[in-house]
């Protein structure tokens, strides 16, 4: 049985903050304070929101059934500390990396704590209720919270994944490979079109398609089976396409002078990595990408 909710504060008009708030408020939850550091964060997000009021994180906390902790992950803990919290409200913190741990001082004074943690990028604190649409939330909470955040995650449009007895490191360092990391692929990809010798101005709007592309065929697969997202040299088998791949960057005085050998080593690990899905290769395709994409 989720509780029944009547006032909402968000502490932290950050790009999460401000987020939450505006997706909360259009699925008529009722935000009703929002505090942050700067007075005028606070303001330009309680503009946004009907019925919302910049107050001070103390008179959240002592007016607002249900807290959310929007702030760097560092501040969460020392805030928490400093804050006067009541039996019978909520306080939720936001973090991947972080376990309940950090909310102790206020389960301390008697109010449930709990995390949420959206599995999305929210890169600016214009604040875009669809970013929540279809994405997975983390969620770790005690009885009635858990069943209030069920709902509200539910009411956003994502699904939850539970966080009980997760490593917190581990479940964070996933989202990381899959949202940080592919800022890291687009940097070498550009890398290697710019030794290539095209222009690095293009390399952006020409390669985002493909990774976009990817990216869609990875949400389409149906039975949990990556291999069916993949297309290109090693999925295809193409052993000497991924030989000139390597030769290409790994400076050898005769394919490559100007070559690369980090992005060679990386195009290896990242190979590697691929190797270990269902592939389907003949034998010696698949021994030959091994001693290929495992050496060095
Ligand atoms: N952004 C994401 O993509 C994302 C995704 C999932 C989870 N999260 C989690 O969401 C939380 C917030 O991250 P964020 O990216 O939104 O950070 P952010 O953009 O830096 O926003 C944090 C906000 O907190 C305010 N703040 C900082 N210290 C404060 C304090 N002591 N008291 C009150 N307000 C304070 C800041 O203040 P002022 O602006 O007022 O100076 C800022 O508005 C983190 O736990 C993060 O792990 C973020």
Do not use: K
């Not at 309940?100 to 206020?106: E, G, Q």
């Not at 969620?139 to 509200?152: G, M, Q, S």
């Not at 592309?213 to 000497?240: C, E, F, H, K, Y």
């Amino acid at each position: 049985m989720s509780a029944t909710i009547e006032s909402i504060a968000i502490v932290g008009a950050g790009r999460l903050g401000s987020s939450l708030a505006v997706a909360l408020d259009a699925a008529s939850h009722p935000v009703r304070t929002v505090s942050s550091r700067n007075a005028a964060s606070a303001e330009a997000l309680a503009t946004r929101i009907d019925g919302a009021r910049v107050a001070q994180p103390e008179d959240a906390v002592a007016t607002c059934d249900l807290v959310f902790l929007t702030v760097p992950d560092g501040e969460i803990a020392p805030l928490a500390a400093s804050l006067p919290w009541r039996d019978g409200c909520f306080a939720v913190h936001c973090s991947g990396a972080l376990t309940l741990d950090v909310l102790a001082p206020a389960a301390q004074a008697g109010t449930l704590t709990g995390c949420l943690h959206p599995l999305q990028a929210f890169p600016a604190r214009e604040g875009d209720a669809s970013r929540f649409h279809d994405i997975a939330c983390g969620v770790e909470a005690p009885p009635p919270l858990d069943a209030t955040l069920e709902r509200i995650v539910a009411d956003l449009g994502a699904s939850v994944v539970r966080l009980e007895g997760v490593d917190r490191a581990r479940y964070h360092a996933a989202a990381v490979f899959a949202s940080n990391y592919a800022v890291a692929l687009a940097a070498a990809a550009r890398r290697a079109w710019e030794l290539a010798g095209l222009p690095a101005d293009r390399a952006r709007a020409a390669l985002a398609p493909l990774m976009l592309g990817a990216a869609q065929n990875i949400a389409a697969v149906t039975n949990d089976d990556l291999a069916t997202a993949l297309t290109g040299p090693i999925a295809r088998g193409d052993i000497a396409t991924v030989e000139r791949h390597l030769a290409a960057f790994e400076g050898n005085a005769d394919t490559a002078p100007d070559g690369d050998p980090e992005l060679a080593a990386l195009y290896r690990r990242l190979g590697a990595e691929l190797l270990a899905l269902d592939l389907d290769h003949p034998p010696a395709v698949a021994a030959r990408l091994r001693e290929l994409l495992e050496a060095g």
